[in-house]
């Protein structure tokens, strides 16, 4: 059984079947009544008055609950969602290797040109028996020759 | 909220339970703005709201376990903000603020009086008196008959919604609202008679 306090605020917010209300209401003194018009008056007014504030910055929430949950479940793991992508970072790092890889068998594949010939700094490995590489400048304009395991050239080896 | 949406709402759940934060920040996103109305209504300060905003929603992290999706995960969030807000209240209480403090609660409180549309003079005067009024009055109720109020005249929840997010019976809900009216036509029955 509701008092009279539960029944009162039903009535006022329209929680009460007719049945209810008839009975209530025969009750009811003349000042309640007013009182309760009154209230009506008055929810209207608050509704106005207190109106609520736009939430300021509400991503910085966002950020700051997250940061406090990753501080404090330091150990907590993290599961990203599935993405349809790799990340930019394995893109990068998959480029460069490939890049070098590329640039690696360039080196070993490529047919080798005579020094002098035109082009960038160039190194050929010579067709001689002491393991020599030249290094070519562009135009030909100058040469380096390295020759491994040899103390001097014989007069008869030469350049081709 | 749709069927969908419940689904959508239940499965972010589930995956913030394990430990998804990305799902959880989905689920700030949908409820952070009326967790902060309510926040506010009973605070009455901006800063304090957020401060209850960020700690309702890190109570809710750390209790996901228990949320068994009885009741809505809304009702659920209004109710930790409703309780974490009455607490404050209550500290607030037991150290009163200092005069600086409540002359910045009123500038904030008529910064937010935005008319919709063009007003004289005045109406706005007269509007900002009955705001302040409103609000004296406001502050005058106990913290859970404030919370009553807020959560029925303001938010318009049903005594069931309210009564799970303040955590009592449906009769406790009624007759705090009777109360706390009673209260406040009290405090603003010349208000309402020069009106």
Redesign the interface.
């Known amino acids: 059984m509701?008092?009279f306090?539960?029944r009162?605020?039903?009535w006022?917010?329209g929680?009460m079947d007719d049945r209810e209300r008839e009975e209530f209401e025969a009750a009811l003194d003349a000042d309640s009544h007013q009182?309760a018009v009154?209230?009506q008056?008055?929810?209207g007014?608050?509704?106005e008055?207190?109106?609520?504030?736009p939430?300021?910055?509400?991503d910085f929430?966002?950020s700051?609950?997250?940061a406090?949950?990753?501080r404090?479940f330091p150990a907590?793991?993290?599961?990203?969602?599935a993405r349809g992508w790799l990340p930019v970072r394995w893109l990068a790092a998959a480029g460069v290797f490939l890049l070098a890889l590329a640039a690696g068998l360039s080196f070993l594949v490529l047919p080798q040109r005579e020094i002098g010939a035109p082009g960038g700094r160039d190194s050929v490995a010579l067709d001689t028996k002491f393991g020599a590489v030249a290094f070519a400048a562009p135009g030909g304009k100058g040469t380096v020759l390295w020759v491994n395991d040899a103390g001097y050239i014989p007069a008869n080896e030469g350049l081709k | 909220m749709g069927s969908d949406e419940r689904a959508e709402e239940a499965e972010l759940v589930e995956?913030s339970r394990?430990?998804?934060?990305?799902a959880?920040?989905a689920l700030?996103?949908t409820h952070?703005?009326r967790v902060?109305?309510i926040a506010?209504?009973i605070l009455r300060n901006?800063e304090e709201a957020?401060d209850v905003?960020?700690e309702t929603?890190?109570r809710a992290?750390k209790n996901l376990a228990r949320f068994d999706g009885a009741a809505t995960l809304g009702s659920w969030l209004s109710r930790i903000a409703t309780n974490a807000s009455i607490d404050l209240v209550r500290r607030r209480n037991a150290h009163p603020q200092t005069e600086f403090d409540s002359a910045l609660m009123s500038i904030d409180a008529a910064?937010?009086?935005t008319p919709s549309q063009p007003a004289s003079p005045a109406d706005s005067l007269d509007?900002a008196e009955?705001?302040e009024r409103?609000?004296r009055a406001?502050d005058t109720l106990s913290p859970d008959h404030r919370a009553v109020i807020v959560l029925?005249?303001?938010e318009d929840l049903s005594?069931q919604e309210i009564a799970d997010s303040v955590g009592c019976s449906i009769?406790t809900v009624?007759?705090r609202?009777?109360?706390a009216?009673k209260k406040?036509?009290n405090e603003?029955r010349d208000l309402?008679e020069e009106?």
């Open positions: 509701k008092n306090e539960e009162y605020t039903a006022l917010d929680e009182e009154e209230w008056r008055l929810r007014l608050l509704r008055a207190v109106q609520p504030a939430m300021p910055h509400a929430v966002n700051q609950v997250l406090s949950i990753r404090e907590q793991p993290e599961s990203r969602p | 995956r394990r430990g998804d934060t990305h959880f920040d700030i996103t952070r703005e902060y109305m506010q209504h901006n957020l905003t960020q929603f890190l992290w910064s937010r009086t509007r009955i705001r409103f609000q406001l029925k005249e303001i005594y009769g009624m007759s609202l009777f109360y009216r406040l036509q603003l309402h009106l």
